[in-house]
């Protein structure tokens, strides 16, 4: 079980089997879950009420969070959050990393973390005694979210490998983007991206990854659309967009219009939040093909598997 008691900061710490487990022992909890509404019980090992993820958001959160949360609770896992930092030392003058620092020290089973960018943060997590997750580390990565949306796509898609994926919109500042790259084009989907020049990704990874320019062109492309919010956050306060926000969502707003270019079995996905009217119009958001809630739903039971096979829980499934 090579999870085992590792940290997960990076998609591509991934191998085919790890992959593969994950997503087994996702789609058990699932199935499991929509029989009986429980999967503590499919929880073998011993001992797991006694285990405590501590869980630490310096950055917003609604889904990765709570979905965290909500999977430590329905495995029986006992989470503790630090979320709101204007509550705790930080306020008082303590760094950030000297705030990780004091909660390793209270020896956790594990850590879930976000934050934005923080050198000192990232080294001194490599150093912990215990597993830690990435939950959202700056514009980096964030390898939890890409499992989830490729598990997404293999439920209704039937298979990742050979999927057209297109991503829209701020792909530059979107650690989502830079996760997905990874995890997509190792299971085998084509990835490509539609994005304004100043939303345009620099890194040498991207290089070789398809462009378009044209959204309606890009959609005739794609099986599976993922919109990206503006991060604006991640912006210098001086960087434009090269464009308005009413021309901006012009050419990458995806609506009506856009969803006819699109083939009928295609699915629309976004890791949330979705910013109505700006990455999609409402009328996307209650098309069939739009997947979002779904992917929310799966968050829960990929998180749970990644926990539990992380913790080494023996699960019967
Ligand atoms: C994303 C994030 O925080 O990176 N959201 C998420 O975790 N579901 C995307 C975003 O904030 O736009």
Do not use: W
């Given at each position: 079980m090579p999870l085992l008691k590792k940290s997960f900061i990076s998609s591509e710490q991934l191998n085919d089997a790890d992959?593969?487990?994950?997503?087994?022992?996702?789609?058990?909890?699932?199935?499991?879950?929509?029989?009986?509404r429980r999967i503590d019980h499919l929880v073998k090992s011993e001992g797991i009420s006694q285990k405590v993820i501590a869980m630490v958001f310096s950055e917003p959160s609604t889904r990765t969070r709570l979905s965290f949360q909500m999977a430590s609770f329905r495995l029986g896992l006992r989470p503790v959050?630090?979320?709101?930092?204007?509550?705790?030392s930080i306020s008082k003058g303590e760094t950030f990393e000297d705030t990780l620092r004091n909660i390793a020290a209270m020896q956790p089973d594990a850590l879930v973390v976000r934050y934005g960018v923080d050198h000192a943060a990232d080294k001194m997590l490599t150093e912990l005694p215990f597993p830690v997750i990435n939950g959202g580390i700056g514009a980096m990565e964030h390898p939890t979210q890409a499992l989830l949306?490729?598990?997404?796509?293999?439920?209704?898609?039937g298979k990742v490998k050979g999927e057209k994926v297109l991503l829209v919109g701020d792909v530059l500042h979107s650690r989502v983007a830079n996760s997905n790259l990874v995890l997509l084009s190792k299971m085998g989907a084509e990835i490509a991206y539609c994005a304004p020049e100043a939303f345009s990704p620099s890194d040498k990874k991207w290089k070789p990854v398809k462009h378009f320019t044209e959204l309606n062109e890009a959609m005739k492309w794609a099986t599976v659309v993922?919109?990206?919010?503006?991060?604006?956050?991640?912006?210098?306060?001086?960087?434009?967009?090269?464009?308005?926000?009413?021309?901006?969502?012009e050419k990458y707003r995806i609506g009506s219009d856009q969803l006819k270019h699109f083939i009928d079995d295609g699915i629309l996905l976004h890791p949330g939040p979705v910013i109505r009217g700006i990455e999609f119009s409402d009328h996307v958001l209650s098309?069939?093909?739009?997947?979002?809630?779904?992917?929310?739903?799966?968050?829960?039971?990929?998180?749970?598997?990644?926990?539990?096979?992380?913790l080494g829980f023996e699960v019967s499934l």
């Open positions: 992959i593969a487990q994950i997503f087994d022992r996702a789609k058990s909890f699932k199935a499991e879950f929509t029989k009986k959050i630090l979320d709101n930092l204007a509550a705790s949306d490729a598990l997404t796509i293999e439920e209704f898609r993922m919109g990206l919010r503006i991060q604006k956050e991640r912006h210098s306060p001086h960087q434009g967009i090269g464009l308005s926000i009413a021309e901006y969502r098309d069939p093909r739009c997947k979002v809630l779904e992917q929310v739903t799966n968050g829960v039971f990929l998180r749970a598997a990644l926990l539990s096979l992380i």
